[in-house]
Nanobody, 127 residues
């Protein structure tokens, strides 16, 4: 069983910053690509950012480019999402996800390629 746990969400004013963290087991963390998704009320879950196993390759959705940064710390087995210049439309539940499949170390944009999920953390941006 893969344990995935997010933290760091909260309420922030527009223009503010938050940093999300995601912890998982060291064995998983050292080898697998990971991603952040989000889901707003009434909307489908969408990918926000992804990172390959060693941090050498990253992906950002257009709506967060230049504002969010995904990173991973292997010493702490922790994935991060630094979110700056937050907008009200960033309000959502943010989920951390771990890849699986034959190319588990590479980024995937497909939700179904991530079978392991955390419980989510709420991010609310007020205008």
């Amino acid at each position: 069983q893969v344990q995935v746990e997010e933290s760091g969400g909260g309420l922030v004013q527009a223009g503010g910053s938050l940093r999300l963290s995601c912890a998982t087991s060291g064995r998983i963390f050292s080898s697998y690509a990971m991603a952040w998704f989000r889901q707003a009320p009434g909307k489908e879950r969408e990918i926000v950012a992804a990172i390959n196993w060693n941090g050498g390759d990253t992906y950002y959705a257009d709506f967060v480019k230049g504002r969010f940064t995904i990173s991973r710390d292997h010493a702490k087995s922790t994935l991060y999402l630094q979110m700056n210049s937050l907008k009200p439309e960033d309000t959502a539940v943010y989920y951390c996800a771990v890849r699986s499949g034959s190319t588990w170390h590479q980024i995937s944009l497909a939700l179904e390629e991530y079978p392991y999920w955390g419980q989510g953390t709420q991010v609310t941006v007020s205008s």
